[in-house]
């Protein structure tokens, strides 16, 4: 799961980058995987 969301996280990166344009909506997306890695880490060190 954690890698996957790291993934998704690059893609957009990578549009980003490509576009030179960020928008809400890909902000929205970083900050759902983000959440979603950050608790299967604390899951993890439970």
Do not use: P
């Amino acid at each position: 799961m954690i890698e996957n969301g790291a993934n998704n996280i690059n893609q957009i990166a990578v549009h980003v980058n490509s576009t030179d344009n960020i928008y809400t909506v890909d902000f929205a997306e970083i900050t759902k995987k983000l959440n979603c890695i950050w608790r299967s880490l604390r899951f993890l060190q439970s």
